[in-house]
């Protein structure tokens, strides 16, 4: 079971280099999402998708944007990394039958720019 | 508005203690709060969440109090032994993330269970 899978693991950037995130699960999942873990900061949301083709705002939306072609895939960008944007990334789907509401993560892409 | 607070940021218990992390929020509109548990290197997983409209539930050691009033939550983990270690995230939610809703983290704990 692959469930939530993000590639690539590890990058790392220099200041003003753009780089796209791939975020794909395999659960037939209607809503994904992306998280930045940051030290004393928890997770917090960027962008997230209710459905194919369609992305909202999160929390910290800024210097990043997404992309929601098809529904198993979820790709976040950033055009011109900042670092600021040095972080832990996480990707996450739900849509649970039993209503739980439970949130699937992925393990993450740490991701520094220097 | 959107915020959850959660404390203490780190945590350190001896095996067979109680282990307790509390979180509060403002926003008097969620109405789910789960919590998180995250090992090293990987993501968080669901560990135990509760809706307001009971006081408390209990999964094993695992047991979330819930005070409607004081706009408080808490997680205590019986009889918490060293597996436990791991980082703790409380979260709110106006609508569940299974009907598309989005889940406000706290701050995290980073709890570490002695032998």
């Known amino acids: 079971n692959a469930g939530v899978t993000q590639t690539p693991k590890f990058r790392v950037l220099k200041t003003g280099q753009s780089m796209t995130l791939l975020c794909a699960q395999d659960m037939n999942h209607e809503y994904m999402y992306w998280y930045r873990q940051d030290p004393g900061m928890g997770l917090r949301l960027i962008h997230y998708s209710v459905g194919e083709g369609t992305t909202a705002k999160g929390e910290v939306p800024d210097g990043y944007n997404v992309s929601r072609l098809k529904k198993q895939n979820f790709l976040l960008g950033l055009e011109s990394a900042a670092p600021s944007q040095t972080s832990v990334y996480f990707c996450?789907?739900?849509?649970?039958?039993?209503?739980?509401?439970?949130?699937?993560f992925g393990e993450g892409s740490r991701l520094t720019v220097l | 508005q959107q915020q959850v607070k959660q404390s203490p940021q780190s945590l350190i218990v001896q095996k067979g203690g109680i282990s307790i992390i509390n979180c509060a929020y403002e926003n008097t509109a969620f109405d789910y709060f789960p919590w998180y548990q995250q090992f090293p290197g990987k993501g968080p997983a669901l560990l135990i969440a509760i809706r307001p409209d009971v006081s408390e539930k209990k999964e094993g050691r695992f047991t979330i109090s819930f005070n409607k009033s004081a706009k408080q939550f808490s997680l205590h983990i019986m009889d918490s032994q060293p597996g436990d270690s791991a980082t703790y995230f409380c979260?709110?939610?106006?609508?569940?993330?299974?009907?598309?809703?989005?889940?406000?983290f706290g701050q995290g704990t980073e709890l570490s269970v002695k032998p």
């Open positions: 996450a789907s739900s849509w649970d039958r039993a209503n739980t509401g439970e949130l699937f």
């Open positions: 979260a709110a939610s106006m609508i569940p993330p299974n009907q598309g809703g989005k889940l406000i």
